[in-house]
């Protein structure tokens, strides 16, 4: 019974946790291309990542959106 009962705190713990990230994630606010040029940076391809960033500027290091 203590067994079944700590694994449906957990799931419920699991699952809240899951429903937040997108909130958290959409929180932070995005720079997009044009934001990234209008700070003074480049839009540059990162190839070790996969993703665009802003290099330079406001906002180097940045990931654009």
Excluded at 16 to 42: E, N, T
């Amino acid at each position: 019974m203590r067994t079944r009962l700590l694994g449906f705190i957990a799931a419920v713990i699991l699952a809240g946790l899951g429903a937040a990230a997108p909130v958290v994630q959409a929180a932070v606010p995005a720079i997009d291309g044009q934001r990234c040029m209008d700070g003074g940076g480049s839009v540059e391809y990162e190839s070790a990542k996969g993703s665009w960033i802003c290099v330079d500027g406001s906002y180097n290091g940045k990931p654009i959106d």
